[in-house]
């Protein structure tokens, strides 16, 4: 970082921590250290919720990144990032879709050069995919030449940029929600201030994702950023969304809330669930339908249940990973699990590091099983050091995302 103005590094990464940072009202469901093994949830036409066991981590998915990311045959892909939703595609192929992203080298040491905006040599952008083939085999996509690799949603305008939601297939197309964020006055050097603006929707081909074939704005009247998660259900699709409150004692409040819109085209009719349980054409009438969620979470269907899978934004910067489960896609979710507590976490954690975070937590419906859901979650550090001395800078292997397994069964 020079001067007063923070890089785009610097700015996107400490503004993750606000998808952490929230301190939610009580919702009423069990409490977060709840154990997980027990059938905490509703019976759902006569069957009970499903058991989880505590999960464990995820070698495979994790070495398979690590070796991607530390693989300096190219020097302008993929090297750490966060949100990480995936999708697999009908022709076999997973995508990977991320919202801040470093690309470049690896240093002998596990580090990594300064960006360039900070005069260094790494790329830094804020979205990506990684697609693996049906070979198993990763790629990075970006708009571009690799000497000067863009994002495939690149800024709409001077401190302005796209963060990644979920995304989903509809026919020959990828459609993609992303949310819009700016900074309101980036020459004050402070890179907490960055405001939401709106929601879009992008259209990729599935054969080519390096640039959307259209891109609309979608709704964004009441500030919910859609897109945290997508379900595809009993002929529609289901759409998420995290409304973050800033109360009157000035701590913010996340709230989920659901919309959906009839087969898989997100261009469709929106209906906003309301608070009488009915569905409304008026997303003013959308209603908060559970607190404590993360700006990015997970629902998906077992059988009768329906799964969400969430870090509790009750407890700020916790490191607990929770299963709630609902008869409705649309909820109410109860039975509240901890199934996983991240290791990295904390003064006390893997890196021994007390600025180290992790967050955002969700399933990976893509690469589950009927018997294991697949979590990942993300990993940052608030370290106020500028340059080269930054966490993130010395460790490349902080700001890749972990994958776990959970066993299910019920």
Not at 24 to 48: E, H, L, Y
Not at 292 to 318: C, K, M, P, W
Request: aromatic residues 10%; charged residues 20%.
């Amino acid at each position: 970082m020079h001067g007063k103005t923070p890089s785009r590094r610097a700015r996107a990464l400490l503004a993750s921590a606000l998808a952490a940072a929230g301190i939610a009202a009580v919702t009423g469901a069990v409490p977060a250290n709840a154990q997980a093994g027990a059938s905490a949830g509703p019976v759902c036409a006569g069957k009970p919720a499903p058991t989880f066991a505590q999960g464990t981590k995820n070698a495979a998915l994790n070495d398979k990144f690590t070796a991607y990311g530390n693989d300096n045959t190219r020097l302008d892909d993929w090297t750490g990032a966060d949100s990480t939703y995936s999708l697999k595609l009908s022709d076999g192929r997973i995508v990977y879709a991320y919202s801040d992203t470093f690309l470049g080298k690896v240093n002998p040491d596990g580090s990594r050069p300064l960006v360039t905006d900070e005069g260094g040599t790494t790329p830094f952008l804020n979205n990506s995919f990684v697609v693996q083939s049906t070979a198993g085999r990763l790629s990075t996509v970006h708009r571009g030449p690799a000497a000067d690799p863009v994002e495939p949603m690149p800024p709409p305008a001077p401190a302005h940029w796209y963060w990644a939601g979920d995304l989903t297939q509809s026919g020959s197309d990828v459609q993609q929600i992303y949310r819009e964020y700016y900074d309101p006055d980036p020459d004050n050097g402070n890179p907490w201030d960055m405001k939401f603006t709106r929601n879009v929707l992008a259209r990729f081909p599935t054969t080519s994702l390096a640039k959307p074939t259209e891109v609309r704005e979608m709704p964004s009247a009441t500030g919910v950023q859609w897109g945290s998660a997508l379900l595809k259900d009993g002929g529609y699709t289901y759409v998420y969304g995290t409304e973050d409150h800033i109360g009157s004692d000035n701590k913010n409040v996340k709230y989920l809330h659901a919309a959906r819109v009839k087969g898989t085209d997100l261009r469709g009719e929106w209906e906003f669930r309301t608070a009488g349980g009915g569905w409304s054409s008026e997303e003013v009438d959308s209603a908060r339908l559970l607190s404590g969620v993360s700006n990015e979470f997970s629902v998906t269907r077992r059988g009768s249940h329906y799964i969400l899978v969430n870090q509790d934004t009750e407890i700020a910067f916790g490191a607990e990973i929770d299963v709630l489960t609902s008869c409705s896609a649309d909820g109410p979710f109860s039975g509240e699990q901890t199934v996983y507590t991240t290791p990295e976490t904390g003064e006390f954690g893997d890196y021994r590091n007390k600025n180290i975070y992790t967050y955002n937590a969700h399933q990976h419906a893509s690469l589950s099983t009927s018997g294991k859901l697949v979590i990942s979650y993300n990993v940052n550090s608030l370290d106020p050091d500028k340059g080269i001395d930054n966490d993130n800078y010395q460790q490349v292997s902080i700001y890749r995302a972990r994958y776990v397994d959970v066993r299910v069964s019920g």
